[in-house]
């Protein structure tokens, strides 16, 4: 059974840099197409960023609101997800979920790590 | 890119059915069959009830069920029962790469 857990998350100020990690067993990680979700606190889901398999190109792609600060990476072999987030803003305070993306699916989901930016 | 549309709220009785719809265009709901549902209880992570617009992964209730409609995909809950109380987003590939989630449904089992 396919496992998330992400880690990382904590208290920041604004302005400052946080890195996430999300920590996948139980399937094939090196052929997932890996996704990161947030929800702020009593708001809806969104999107974030994913990054493809390396067999197939291992790009990235990322939500307008991150795009140029936060940059989406992998570890194969670690089975690690990583989620480099600079210039953090108020408004990125959020749960933030990984997620394997399938199908234009997100299954499962980890349970998730709080991100919180405030001075 | 906008949040697609949902009711921010619907109930049902025990044993009644619910319906919730979630709006888009035709560059997201539209125009692809990647439209999935999710249930998120407080406190927990989101999980998958429905995928490709009327597909039910193995272990969810044949309760739940999914269609599409031009621009509207909806989730249609039979048979309400009390854990069904929850928040549910709609989800659709808008074409460039990218996801849009919806608004988000509470919904209320009375």
């Known amino acids: 059974e396919a496992q998330l857990v992400e880690s990382g998350g904590g208290l920041v100020m604004p302005g400052e840099s946080l890195r996430l990690s999300c920590a996948a067993s139980?399937?094939?990680?090196?052929?997932?197409?890996m996704n990161w979700v947030r929800q702020a606190p009593g708001k809806g889901l969104e999107w974030v960023g994913r990054?493809?398999?390396?067999?197939?190109?291992?790009?990235?792609e990322y939500a307008a609101p991150v795009k140029g600060r936060f940059t989406i990476s992998r570890d194969d072999s670690k089975s690690t997800l990583y989620l480099q987030m600079n210039s953090l803003k108020t408004e990125d305070t959020a749960m933030y979920y990984c997620?394997?993306?399938?199908?234009?699916?997100?299954?499962?989901w980890g349970q998730g790590t709080l991100v919180t930016v405030s001075s | 890119q906008s949040a697609l549309t949902q009711p921010p709220s619907a109930s049902g009785s025990p044993g009644q059915s619910v319906t919730i719809s979630c709006t888009g265009t035709?560059?997201?709901?539209?125009?692809?069959?990647?439209v999935s549902w999710y249930q998120q209880h407080p406190g927990k992570a989101p999980k998958l009830m429905i995928h490709?617009?009327?597909k039910r992964p193995s272990g969810v209730p044949d309760r739940f069920s999914g269609s599409k409609s031009g621009n509207t995909a909806s989730l249609t809950v039979s048979g309400l029962q009390a854990e069904d109380e929850a928040d549910y987003y709609c989800?659709?590939?808008?074409?460039?790469?990218?996801?849009?989630f919806g608004t988000g449904t509470k919904v209320t089992v009375l």
């Open positions: 989800c659709s590939y808008t074409g460039i790469k990218s996801y849009v």
């Open positions: 490709e617009v009327s």
């Open positions: 139980g399937f094939t990680f090196t052929n997932a197409w």
């Open positions: 997620t394997i993306l399938s199908s234009g699916t997100f299954d499962p």
């Open positions: 990054i493809q398999s390396k067999a197939h190109g291992g790009t990235t």
């Open positions: 035709s560059s997201d709901v539209g125009g692809y069959n990647y």
